[in-house]
Structures are given as C-alpha cells and as structure tokens.
C-alpha cells in the first residue's frame, strides 16, 4: 500500500519538476539576452567590475570595447557608454608672454574628441567615465590654455607671425600628448588672428609693407632705365639695318629686271614651241578621237541590239515562266482546296453517322433496358411482358381500326328494303348491309387470341355468344 502510494506522489510530482525546470530555463535564456550588449559605432562601452587581470597580475579597473557587442555579466560586471562626438572649444587667450617678453593675444578654436586607441581608450575610461560633455570641455580647455601658453614662450614673434605651420605643429604636439593623458585627441586646430598690446606685430606689417613698396619702386626705376637705353639701342639698329635694307634692295631690283627680261624671252621661245606641238597634238587627237567614236558608235550599236534582242527574250521566258509558275499553283490550290472539301465533307460524314450511332446505340440501350425492366415486372416472363406491352399498345391499335373507317364519306345510300328478312331469322337487308359494314373490321375477341390474351370478364358473355353461333353455323356447314 505505501509503495502504490509513493509510486502516486512520485508520479504526481514528476509533471511538477519538468515546468519548474522549464520555467528556470526560460528565464535564464531571457537574462542571457538581456545582459548581451551591442556597442554602437559612434560610442565606446565600458565595462568595469570584474573584467579580469593586466599582464603583470594586477587587475583590470576596466574594459573598453568600440564597435561590436560583449555579454555583461549579472552583478559582478556593469557597463556605461561615452560619447564619441567631437566637442568644439572655444581659446580666447589674451596676454600670452612670448620669448621676447612681448604679450600677445591668440584666438583660436580647438576640436577633440575621445581616441578609439586601446591604450588612450583606457585613459578615457578611467579619467572620463561619468563625465558629462561640458565637464570634458571644461577639462580640456584647461589643458589647452596650458600648453598653448607654454608654445607662444618658446618661440619669437616673427616666428609665430611669419611661420605659422611651425606654430600650429608646436601645438598640435604639445596638446594631443597632454590630451592622451586623458584619453582625448585633437582633431583640428584653427587661430584665427593674433595681435600685441605693443603694437610690434602691426609695425612688422607696416615695416614689410614699407620694404615691399620700396623694392617695388626701385623695380619700377629699374625697368624704366633699361626701357629707355634699350628703345635707344633699337632706333640705332633700325636705321642702320634700314640703309642696309635698301641697297640690297635696290641691287637686287636690278638683277631681279634682267632676270625678267631673260626670262621673258625663253618664255616667249617656249610659248612658241609649245602652241606648235599643241596644234599637232589637237589635230592628232582630234582624228583619234573620230576614230574612237566610230569605232564606239558600233560597238554601242552592237550592244543595243543585243541588249534589245536579251530583253525580248526574257520579256517572253519571264511572261511564260510567270504564267507556268502561276497556273501550277492556281492548279495546286484548287487541289488542294478540293481534297480540303472532300476531307471536311468525310469528317462532317463521319460525324453525323457517328452521332447517329450513338443515339441509336443509347435508343437501343435504353429500350433494352425498359424491356428488362418490364420483364422483371412480369416476373420474369417474356410472354407475359410481350402481353403486357401489347395491353399497354391495346387502345392505339383499336384506335387505329377505327381510324380506318372514320374517313370514309358515304354521300347517298339507297336502299330498298321491303321489311321482310331474306335470311328467315327477321333481319332485313339494310340491317344486314349494316352489319357487314362493321364486321369488316378485326372482332375485339379476335385481337386479344392474336396477341395471346382473353377478353376480359365484362366482355365474357357476348364473346360466349358469338362462340356458340359460330359453332352452330359450323355445324350447319358439315
């Protein structure tokens, strides 16, 4: 009895068990998703509490990771973000003493932001966590007025003023090393303008100012000088090479008209030689040219009538060809539309003798199957189904017989008749014509033996009267 009871609890506690367990594994899949965390791009996550030890055994204060996601330990590990946006800082710096104890004022504008460097991530982790963004800025212009004091003292005012990429490297190098410090970078520098209490950098502008309009005015004088020496020295050249120039041209003038008149006459004797050899050379040309347009003229009749005699020709082949080539396919055609008719006709033929056969083989099927059904309801009897159909066809045939004298039309009848019967039983002859006249129809006794049935009961007596008549006159007869 205790084990049966036992065996009842434990199999009451078994479905118990399996949710609890259920139960404690969805909740630990829920914590798992909840303590996993992603870092966006544009913030660093800090992990800190137990995040494991350094190289050197000492433990980490803290765990830095940009981009990317880690699991967050329950109550041994939490996590904070710090922002990565730049931050803009404004450096008024007034009274800066340079290295020639000469005070001057340097206005500019710094960007830094938190380094995404391992080792300058950790710094920013350890001095920045927690921070708010003015407090960061507050920090870092702090630093930066430092540095940038300690810049403008170790270098000259010429310096700071001529050279300013010197100037803003001294700074950049300076800043971002102190900035690192605390896990900032610098990301741009911009000075805007610098000026002196004492007026020094405005007269190193006016002394400039002063020597370049000099040395302009000494290059002026100079170009002025070398101007006039040089359109001097051109005049000079000009008439000399002028009076030069108009020798030579005069003594080639007169060369140039000998060689003209020289050259005059041999044209002339050319010109000669050549209208003589142009003349003979026309009339030779001129009896070629007949010649060749004889000859031409004979050879264009040759192929006139070639070509007349070619087009006649395949103005009748092409005509013949055309009318062959046209008379075979009109020929084709009509054959073809024929056999297409005579096809479609033997389709249609086909069709209809097959739809008649089949209504005469559904006609026949059904017909087979109402006589099946009226032999069954004759007991299975052919004769008596073959009675029964004649029954049911009894009144269209009487109908029938009847028809047959319906129309008969009788216009006149005469008869002469003197009352007294001619057969001894007392009918008189207009009686008996009467009823020769309906006995030329079938008796009813008689239809019903032709089709294997009796008359029925109602009809009995008279059938028995009949019968008895036709029994005595038979008697008569032998």
Not at 128 to 153: C, H, S, T
């Amino acid at each position: 009895m205790s084990n049966t009871v036992l065996a009842l609890r434990a199999s009451s506690v078994a479905p118990i068990l399996w949710v609890v367990l259920g139960i404690f594994i969805f909740g630990l899949i829920l914590v798992v998703i909840s303590r996993y965390r992603k870092c966006p791009s544009d913030k660093i996550m800090v992990i800190y509490g137990k995040v494991g030890t350094n190289k050197d055994g000492t433990s980490r204060s803290a765990k830095c990771i940009h981009g990317g996601a880690a699991f967050i330990m329950p109550v041994i590990q939490a996590y904070e973000y710090l922002d990565l946006t730049p931050i803009s800082i404004s450096v008024d710096l007034k009274n800066a003493l340079s290295r020639q104890n000469i005070r001057i004022d340097v206005p500019s504008r710094f960007t830094v932001g938190i380094s995404t460097e391992p080792g300058i991530m950790q710094n920013a982790a350890e001095r920045l966590l927690g921070m708010k963004q003015d407090e960061i800025q507050e920090l870092a212009k702090d630093i930066i007025f430092g540095q940038l004091r300690l810049v403008i003292a170790t270098m000259n005012i010429e310096e700071i003023n001529t050279d300013r990429d010197k100037f803003l490297d001294a700074i950049s190098h300076n800043v971002e090393t102190e900035l690192k410090k605390i896990g900032l970078r610098l990301i741009n520098v911009n000075v805007t303008d610098i000026n002196d209490e004492s007026g020094y950098i405005e007269a190193l502008g006016k002394e400039a100012a002063a020597k370049a309009i000099n040395d302009a005015k000494k290059s002026v004088a100079e170009k002025v000088r070398d101007g006039s020496i040089g359109e001097a020295n051109a005049l000079r050249d000009q008439r000399i090479q002028v009076a030069s120039a108009n020798s030579i041209a005069i003594q080639g003038e007169n060369e140039a008209k000998a060689e003209i008149a020289a050259s005059d006459a041999t044209r002339r004797e050319r010109e000669a030689e050549a209208l003589r050899r142009a003349t003979a050379a026309e009339k030779i040309q001129a009896a070629n040219a007949l010649t060749e347009a004889y000859s031409a003229e004979e050879e264009a009749e040759k192929a006139r009538a070639a070509r007349e005699q070619a087009t006649l020709e395949a103005d009748v082949i092409v005509q013949a060809e055309i009318s062959k080539k046209k008379l075979e396919l009109e020929a084709e055609a009509q054959a073809e539309m024929i056999r297409r008719k005579a096809r479609g006709e033997a389709d249609a033929i086909f069709a209809k003798m097959e739809a008649e056969a089949r209504g005469m083989q559904e006609i026949l099927t059904k017909q087979a199957e109402g006589f099946a059904e009226v032999v069954k309801a004759a007991g299975g009897d052919a004769s008596d189904a073959m009675r029964l159909m004649l029954a049911d066809k009894m009144e269209e045939l009487i109908k029938i017989q009847v028809e047959a004298i319906k129309n008969l039309k009788i216009d006149k009848i005469t008869v002469w008749d003197s009352g007294a019967g001619t057969n001894g039983d007392g009918s008189s002859t207009t009686s008996n014509f009467l009823s020769s006249i309906m006995k030329s129809i079938p008796p009813m006794n008689e239809m019903f033996k032709n089709a294997g049935m009796e008359i029925p009961k109602f009809l009995g007596s008279e059938i028995k009267e009949e019968k008895s008549a036709h029994e005595e006159k038979s008697e008569e007869d032998k």
